[in-house]
């Protein structure tokens, strides 16, 4: 499955989610010597973890996994307002560390905030640059040639390439069955709600991830069963191919092919059939031929927001200031709008 060769107009900040475009004629050129933003996207267990594990295994690339200042930082930079009083750049520092330091694999950028603090005021704090500060935490003396995040999101692209304009955009594609599969034995998922996420991230990918310049669109069972092909294609798109260096990293994440059918064997008959029908139109435009189901299935607005409120009723009681900083009201709408 190869990403269309078109790109539509400008993206607009103001649009809607649902209907911004996502992607200029090419992105800006950055500076000769500033490293590219990339970011991976794909709805949980659709392969985002190992894409991760092939990327930040390059030594000219660095990445944090589902890392909060990108996802989270910007609220967090209004919250502390004028951040040229060293006071307050210290204690927007300090909150970017607590932010990101409960996941092992981002507690680098920790370390790296907490050794530099003085320069990154020096260099920002008159600034007031929230996108050209994190590029600078993650990249300040790493010697390297890219930088980015893992998400799970992807109709946050918008707000990523806004902030970020030159950015690369890696987006992975699942077949819905085995994505359920996986999401039901890891988090106890409804099938509805997986059905809902994994609808909303492929119509996004197919209608608004068109730009080759921009977005690298893969599916999956493609990556695994053709990782070495598949990885060159991304290093080179990057701009950091290096055969010995993707030889040591094939070499450490070998590709795992057994998991792909895994979802036969997990999935009863009429949970196929109701999944196929509710990934009806999407399955067909990915290259997943539904095997049971006949015909789409519509879940209506009313439908899903019942599937949202059951699926995350243990958050109703969590404060407004963590459905502030996740932009959980936000990710409800756009979820009911399908």
């Known amino acids: 499955m190869t990403t269309p060769t078109t790109c539509p107009q400008e993206l607009s900040p103001s649009a809607s989610d649902q209907d911004a475009p996502a992607c200029a004629a090419a992105p800006p050129e950055a500076h000769p010597l500033a490293a590219v933003p990339v970011f991976i996207f794909g709805v949980p267990r659709s392969g ?40 307050r750049f210290v204690q927007l520092l300090e909150a970017f560390c607590q932010a990101e330091g409960d996941e092992p694999l981002n507690r680098w950028l920790v370390r790296q905030i907490r050794a530099h603090g003085r320069s990154f005021y020096e260099r920002h704090g008159q600034a007031g640059d929230f996108a050209l500060l994190v590029r600078d935490l993650y990249t300040y003396r790493q010697n390297v040639a890219c930088w980015g995040d893992k998400n799970v999101h992807v ?94 990293i094939l070499e450490k994440c070998p590709p795992q092919t057994a998991s792909l059918d895994k979802w036969r064997a997990a999935l009863d008959a009429e949970q196929v059939r109701r999944l196929e029908s509710y990934c009806f139109d999407e399955m067909q435009a990915w290259g997943y031929a539904p095997g049971d189901a006949t015909r789409r299935v519509s879940i209506g607005p009313v439908g899903r927001g019942i599937e949202v409120v059951r699926e995350h009723a243990r958050r109703i009681e969590w404060t407004p200031r963590w459905w502030l900083r996740k932009r959980i009201v936000s990710r409800f709408f756009r979820l009911i709008r399908g």
């Not at 295994?57 to 307002?81: D, F, K, Q």
């Not at 996004?204 to 060159?232: G, I, K, M, N």
Request: aromatic share 12%; glycine share 4%; proline share 5%.
């Open 48 to 87: 985002t973890t190992y894409t991760f594990n092939l990327l930040n295994e390059h030594p000219r690339i660095r990445m944090t996994s589902e890392g909060r200042i990108v996802r989270e930082g910007a609220y967090l930079y209004g919250r502390h307002g004028r951040c040229n009083e060293a006071a």
């Open 155 to 248: 109709t946050e692209c918008p707000s990523v390439l806004h902030l970020w304009p030159d950015a690369r955009c890696v987006i992975l594609i699942r077949d819905p069955r085995a994505v359920y599969a996986s999401m039901a034995a890891y988090f106890g998922m409804r099938l509805k709600y997986a059905a809902l996420c994994w609808n909303l991230h492929a119509r996004w990918t197919r209608q608004h991830a068109t730009c080759p310049q921009r977005f690298h669109v893969v599916r999956y069972e493609d990556l695994v069963t053709d990782t070495p092909s598949h990885l060159e294609t991304i290093f080179r798109w990057l701009g950091v191919w290096d055969p010995a260096a993707a030889a040591r």
